[in-house]
């Protein structure tokens, strides 16, 4: 069983700063690419920021320049740094990593955690 649990979410004034985190367990062989989504309500999940193993991150545009992926391989974790946020930003985020495990290459989620933008 593979888990990704998600932590860092909560409520902060626009312009106000979160990082969420993000960590895998369980058993796997490793990891090929993790990343961010968010759904705001009555929107389709978007995808925010990915990072892949020997390949450039890549991001939404709408937040290029305010957030900040990185990942640390020792500890299975990725992490969102978000900067300059805006009432737009206000989602579930929700954590996804595409994992080598027996049977092959497979798609996880966490959970979700709530991201709200507001004074």
């Known amino acids: 069983q593979v888990r990704l649990v998600e932590s860092g979410g909560g409520l902060v004034q626009p312009g106000g700063s979160l990082r969420l985190s993000c960590a895998a367990s369980g058993s796997f062989f490793s990891i090929d690419v993790m990343g961010w989504y968010r759904q705001a309500p009555g929107k389709e999940r978007e995808l925010v920021a990915i990072?892949?193993?020997?390949?450039?991150?890549n991001y939404a545009d709408s937040v290029k320049g305010r957030f900040s992926i990185s990942e640390d391989n020792a500890k299975n974790t990725v992490y969102l740094q978000m900067n300059s946020l805006k009432a737009e930003d206000t989602a579930v985020y929700y954590c996804?990593?595409?994992?080598?495990?027996?049977?092959?290459?497979?798609?996880?989620w966490g959970q979700g955690t709530q991201v709200t933008v507001s004074s």
């Open positions: 996804n990593a595409r994992i080598f495990v027996v049977g092959g290459l497979k798609d996880y």
């Open positions: 990072i892949t193993r020997g390949a450039p991150t």
